[in-house]
């Protein structure tokens, strides 16, 4: 299938999509400090830059969009046009993901990915995010 907008569109459309303080991110952050949590932001230091970084904790998270990072929902599905560059394109995505998870773990971090559909409901997010950072 071809691709519906112009290049000179779909460029503008991609240079348009940020990076950090996204919605879902910034949903995450307000709700973690009204819980009561400081933290620190985007930690280059860390394998994959965590979004949240709680150090004394030894707790990271992740606040990941659905489609970059090819979750199962109806928001991570593949577009139809260019499957020959988006399906390497999120599967490479999604092999980083996995390796720095697996970095972080090894060198003793909790990791707790959020997912852009899960932000959706703020009540369960709070608590998934209270759960998972303690008392």
């Known amino acids: 299938m071809a691709?519906?907008?112009?290049?000179?569109q779909r460029r503008?459309?991609?240079?348009?999509?940020?990076?950090?303080?996204?919605t879902p991110e910034m949903l995450v952050r307000r709700l973690v400090f009204k819980a009561g949590?400081?933290?620190?932001?985007?930690q280059k230091k860390l394998p994959g830059s965590p979004d949240l970084v709680f150090p004394?904790?030894?707790k990271v998270i992740f606040v990941n969009g659905c489609f970059?990072?090819?979750h199962g929902c109806p928001k991570g599905k593949l577009p139809k046009?260019?499957?020959d560059f988006w399906g390497p394109k999120i599967a490479r995505n999604?092999?980083?993901?996995?390796?720095?998870?697996?970095?972080?773990?090894?060198?003793?971090?909790?990791v707790l990915t959020i997912w852009q559909c899960e932000t959706k409901d703020s009540v369960s997010l709070r608590r998934t995010l209270?759960?998972?950072l303690g008392r």
């Open 12 to 22: 503008r459309i991609m240079q348009s999509v940020k990076g950090k303080d996204t």
């Open 37 to 42: 949590y400081r933290y620190r932001l985007h």
């Open 94 to 110: 999604k092999q980083r993901d996995a390796d720095a998870l697996e970095r972080l773990r090894n060198l003793g971090w909790k």
């Open 56 to 58: 004394a904790r030894r």
């Open 81 to 83: 046009s260019r499957p």
């Open 3 to 8: 691709d519906t907008r112009s290049p000179e």
């Open 130 to 132: 209270v759960k998972f």
């Open 68 to 70: 970059w990072h090819g």
